[in-house]
């Protein structure tokens, strides 16, 4: 098996609001195609209290010019992939393009995905405790209240975590209960299952679109996306992305996933996520019009459930992010996040 390098992180950066010690990590690498970080980027280690390794990607963000600093404090980004993917995912085109921006970005491996510890059991885990995971490391290891961003059943975990937000403030009897869902700045849901689950889009696809219907159960339940090179594409990607970059892709997503994300049958059955209680917290929710996976009726339920308008970004597919024309999907969400600071929102 490969080996990862030895990792000598005394401290993560003072000034961006993180102080963990960090030892030496000498790890076995759990991918068989492991990741190679781009400049600039660094991979942790968060120890979670259940003992396990959770796997984060961090790449600090470029320092703004004095003006800037002096006004604005661009919050922290925290990503969460989804099923068949890690942290990898938004390093290869969004961690560098948002923290050439300023923002300071951390992209997580929930466990039993990527380089993050396996849990023993037969899935990776539930809502409850994939978000529990997402809190600790937050409360932990940054100070700011970030923008959490979440892809596909990724978005779905976001989107339990802010419904849980002010639910444990109320609940709390002490400071430890209340910070067990660190406040947010904001939330970006992308191509994100809708908060009633997948079961929607599954019913839809079968009376609308049979064969799209056995394509996708194909693709991603017998996992053949995972074989064939034409169903990942057709499943993930645009059809003017080139097929190395594909095969490449397709190989990560096959080692990222050691293990289920959910049980999708007892998922389902805990859905719909509770209605967010703070009609002042700001949601973006962004879908693409290429989506295989998540179709424009799922897009829009995801925005009606917020009160905000979805938005549908053309020429990209449902791995917006590594997709042929990520930037298109990264741009808006940029503009976005630069008008929560304008707005000083920051909650």
């Not at 942290?87 to 961690?95: F, K, N, P, Q, V």
């Not at 940054?142 to 059943?153: R, W």
């Not at 997709?323 to 999907?329: I, L, P, Q, V």
Request: overall charge neutral; hydrophobic content about 40%; some cysteine.
């Amino acid at each position: 098996m490969a080996t990862l390098c030895t990792l000598i992180l005394p401290k993560f950066p003072q000034s961006r609001g993180i102080s963990t010690t960090r030892a030496v990590l000498t790890r076995d690498s759990k991918m068989k195609v492991p990741y190679e970080l781009k400049q600039g980027q660094s991979r942790l280690f968060h120890k979670l209290p259940s003992g396990l390794n959770m796997e984060v990607l961090y790449q600090r963000g470029s320092d703004p010019d004095e003006e800037q600093r002096r006004s604005i404090k661009n919050p922290p980004l925290v990503f969460v992939h989804g099923s068949f993917h890690a942290a990898w995912c938004w390093a290869e085109h969004w961690l560098p393009f948002f923290s050439q921006n300023g923002y300071d970005c951390y992209a997580l491996s929930l466990l039993g995905q990527g380089e993050s510890d396996s849990p023993a059991a037969a899935v990776a885990g539930t809502l409850e405790t994939h978000t529990g995971d997402i809190a600790d490391f937050i409360h932990k290891e940054i100070k700011l209240p970030p923008v959490l961003l979440g892809h596909s059943f990724g978005g779905l975990i976001v989107q339990y975590y802010i419904a849980n937000i002010r639910r444990e403030a109320v609940k709390g009897s002490d400071s430890e209960k209340k910070s067990l869902f660190p406040n947010l700045s904001g939330a970006v849901l992308v191509c994100s299952v809708p908060p009633s689950g997948n079961s929607g889009l599954v019913w839809r696809y079968l009376f609308s679109k049979p064969l799209a219907a056995f394509k996708v159960t194909r693709s991603l339940a017998a996992k053949a996306f995972q074989t064939s090179l034409p169903l990942c594409k057709e499943t993930f990607f645009s059809a003017g992305m080139e097929d190395q970059l594909v095969a490449r892709y397709q190989q990560l997503m096959t080692e990222s996933s050691r293990m289920p994300l959910f049980d999708l049958r007892k998922l389902n059955a805990s859905l719909p996520v509770p209605r967010l209680e703070d009609p002042a917290f700001k949601v973006l929710v962004v879908g693409a019009k290429d989506d295989f996976i998540v179709d424009m009726e799922g897009l829009n339920e995801t925005g009606r459930f917020y009160g905000v308008p979805a938005v549908c970004i053309e020429g990209v597919a449902h791995d917006i992010m590594i997709d042929c024309s990520w930037r298109t999907g990264a741009q808006p969400i940029l503009s976005w996040l630069n008008s929560l600071n304008k707005a000083g929102t920051q909650i």
